[in-house]
T-cell receptor, first 113, second 112 residues
Framework: AQSVTQPDIHITVSEGASLELRCNYS??????LFWYVQSPGQGLQLLLK??????LVQGIKGFEAEFKRSQSSFNLRKPSVHWSDAAEYFC???????????FGAGTRLFVKA | GAGVSQSPSNKVTEKGKDVELRCDPI?????LYWYRQRLGQGLEFLIY????????KSGLPSDRFSAERTGESVSTLTIQRTQQEDSAVYLC??????????FGPGTRLTVT
């Protein structure tokens, strides 16, 4: 069965510091992988997605993620965090065709001045 | 419309009552999804509709939950005989075949 694990419930980083949010998935075939962000009081927004091809994908707001098949990981990174990045981040996986989607439990990011 | 809309934005109901939640997807999106998000938790898949195919209902937690979709437009999620554990935010999303989902603002359901 598909599953997504986000090992970190919450992370605190200083503004300007780099960020890496971890995501591990369990899926038999090559999955479609996503990162979504949920800001306080706002809906979920897609940050980036991986379907195939280049394993390093660029997203909005300066985020990127790298698909590592050998590690079943799809970690999200940002070189310099801004206070406005404080939010909940969800990793998600779906089957080819991208319909039934399983979300991780989320990682809440806190940014300190 | 410009995005996915959901109504009502908030719903307070008494235990045992039935509720209907509505979702208007983005025009032209063939797939529509319902999720439940309990306070402080991730998204729990409930059901999705894709075109004229039979919906995938594998995430519905009990037979008190049901959903319908009219063609490729509006969907309603119905919860019968609500229980306190049904209290959550119910999120709707729609997508094209690429699977990139666009989410509505959600309906916050409180069962008293």
């Amino acid at each position: 069965a598909q599953s997504v694990t986000q090992p970190d419930i919450h992370i605190t980083v200083s503004e300007g510091a780099s960020l890496e949010l971890r995501c591990n998935y369990s899926y038999g075939a090559t999955p479609y992988l996503f990162w979504y962000v949920q800001s306080p009081g706002q809906g979920l927004q897609l940050l980036l997605k991986y379907f195939s091809g280049d394993t390093l994908v660029q997203g909005i707001k300066g985020f990127e993620a790298e698909f590592k098949r050998s590690q079943s990981s799809f970690n999200l990174r940002k070189p310099s965090v801004h206070w406005s990045d404080a939010a909940e981040y969800f990793c998600a996986v779906s089957n080819t065709g991208g319909f039934k989607t399983i979300f991780g439990a989320g990682t809440r990011l806190f940014v300190k001045a | 419309g410009a995005g996915v809309s959901q109504s009502p934005s908030n719903k307070v109901t008494e235990k045992g009552k039935d509720v209907e939640l509505r979702c208007d997807p983005i025009s032209g999106h063939t797939a529509l999804y319902w999720y439940r998000q309990r306070l402080g938790q991730g998204l729990e898949f409930l059901i999705y509709f894709q075109g004229n195919s039979a919906p995938d209902k594998s995430g519905l937690p009990s037979d008190r939950f049901s959903a319908e979709r009219t063609g490729e437009s509006v969907s309603t999620l119905t919860i019968q005989r609500t229980q306190q554990e049904d209290s959550a935010v119910y999120l709707c999303a729609s997508s094209l075949d690429t699977g990139e989902q666009y989410f509505g603002p959600g309906t916050r359901l409180t069962v008293t």
